[in-house]
């Protein structure tokens, strides 16, 4: 097991007392797979990708990384598995503006001390392999949006991770150049065996290509399941998420249902189940009782009284 979070929970101060962003947060990831984090803004994916990539440590839980127990490590050792243990893509593509693609590349190396003809050659091994060989001489300005995002793959492939950490990564691009992109990822992965964890708000996309879907809403996983038997969802949240999916294929006048209602504030969260003032199913026990994080099927979990039957 490469990644294991056992009741993970996160608070920040707030005021005399604190602001709970994650809540009881239970996740398992091997060698190799690609998982998709998803949920709206305010869910707590980013709070829980800065868990991961070891920028940030949880208030209580356990976060076991190869084995190791991350809370108990120094400021020094996280360092240490951030440099050569994980790689992280962003939404914004953060690269310097005067200057060319395999400069940018470069950058982190030139930082680490890397000789000049080193870090030239992985450079330029890391933009052929994103399909950037006639491009390294072009500085951003001259790059479209799916070719700078390229550039920071590249990046962060650098120091050959084991992991790469993607935080909305495709978000900002239009759907074709997203659907160019996840192709050069699951080809990147397939060649070098990276594990990919995605942090992403939707559905349909990461449906496409991940090997599991976790769905966070309010701090809380609310369903985990196998990428291919997304249809097969038990969650009244990812169920309704799912008729909310809009796709190029659908007849002209089929009805595209809207989840009513809206999300609670996290200082006003329902008791019981965070999502009983949105859900269809929502019976008396799940005002007063928040539902467990039960495996219903193998490898299939869901926080629900009710699950909705296939």
Same mark, same amino acid.
């Given at each position: 097991?490469?990644?294991?979070?056992? %009741?993970?929970?996160? =608070?920040?101060?707030?005021?005399?007392?604190?602001?709970?962003?994650? @809540?009881?947060?239970?996740?398992?990831?091997?060698?190799?797979?690609?998982?998709?984090?998803?949920?709206? =803004?305010?869910?707590?994916?980013?709070?829980?990708?800065?868990?991961?990539?070891?920028?940030?440590?949880?208030?209580?839980?356990?976060?076991?990384? %190869?084995?190791?127990?991350?809370? =108990?490590?120094?400021? *020094?050792?996280?360092?240490?598995?951030?440099?050569? #243990?994980?790689? &992280?893509?962003?939404?914004?593509?953060?690269?310097?503006?005067?200057?060319?693609? /395999?400069?940018?590349? !470069?950058?982190?190396?030139?930082?680490?001390?890397? !000789?000049?003809?080193?870090?030239?050659?992985?450079?330029?091994?890391?933009?052929?392999?994103?399909?950037?060989?006639?491009? #390294?001489?072009?500085?951003?300005?001259?790059?479209?949006?799916?070719?700078?995002?390229?550039?920071?793959?590249?990046?962060?492939?650098?120091?050959?991770?084991? /992991?790469?950490?993607?935080? $909305?990564?495709?978000?900002?691009?239009?759907?074709?150049?997203?659907?160019?992109?996840? @192709?050069?990822?699951?080809?990147?992965?397939?060649?070098?065996?990276?594990?990919?964890?995605?942090?992403?708000?939707?559905?349909?996309?990461?449906?496409?290509?991940?090997?599991?879907?976790?769905?966070?809403?309010?701090?809380?996983? #609310? +369903?985990?399941?196998?990428?291919?038997?997304?249809?097969?969802?038990?969650?009244?949240?990812?169920?309704?998420?799912?008729?909310?999916?809009?796709?190029?294929?659908? +007849?002209? %006048?089929?009805?595209? $249902?809207?989840?009513?209602?809206?999300?609670?504030?996290?200082? *006003?969260?329902?008791?019981?189940?965070? &999502?009983?003032?949105?859900?269809?199913?929502?019976? $008396?026990?799940?005002?007063?009782?928040?539902?467990?994080?039960?495996?219903? +099927?193998?490898?299939?979990?869901?926080?629900?009284?009710?699950?909705?039957?296939?």
């Amino acid at each position: 097991m490469l990644i294991e979070l056992k %009741n993970i929970c996160k =608070s920040y101060p707030l005021g005399d007392g604190e602001l709970p962003i994650l @809540k009881n947060i239970n996740l398992t990831i091997d060698n190799g797979e690609f998982v998709a984090i998803m949920g709206p =803004s305010g869910s707590g994916k980013s709070t829980l990708m800065n868990i991961l990539g070891c920028l940030d440590k949880p208030s209580s839980g356990q976060y076991l990384l %190869n084995g190791k127990n991350v809370e =108990s490590l120094s400021s *020094d050792e996280l360092a240490d598995i951030r440099n050569q #243990m994980i790689g &992280f893509v962003f939404q914004g593509f953060n690269l310097l503006s005067r200057t060319s693609a /395999i400069e940018n590349v !470069e950058l982190p190396m030139v930082y680490s001390g890397v !000789e000049k003809n080193e870090r030239r050659q992985k450079a330029e091994r890391a933009l052929i392999d994103v399909g950037l060989k006639e491009r #390294m001489d072009h500085q951003p300005s001259q790059l479209s949006g799916g070719q700078q995002q390229r550039v920071a793959i590249a990046r962060a492939l650098l120091s050959n991770p084991p /992991i790469l950490i993607f935080d $909305e990564a495709t978000s900002a691009l239009d759907v074709s150049v997203q659907d160019t992109i996840i @192709k050069l990822l699951v080809k990147l992965q397939r060649e070098k065996g990276i594990t990919y964890i995605f942090i992403c708000h939707d559905l349909a996309l990461v449906s496409m290509f991940s090997h599991r879907i976790a769905v966070m809403y309010l701090g809380n996983m #609310m +369903e985990q399941i196998d990428g291919d038997k997304l249809s097969e969802a038990r969650h009244p949240y990812t169920r309704a998420l799912l008729k909310a999916v809009f796709s190029t294929e659908q +007849e002209k %006048n089929q009805y595209i $249902e809207i989840l009513p209602g809206e999300i609670p504030s996290p200082l *006003d969260i329902p008791t019981g189940c965070p &999502f009983r003032n949105r859900c269809i199913n929502c019976q $008396e026990r799940c005002a007063s009782e928040k539902p467990p994080f039960n495996e219903i +099927e193998p490898n299939h979990f869901v926080a629900c009284h009710y699950p909705i039957k296939n």
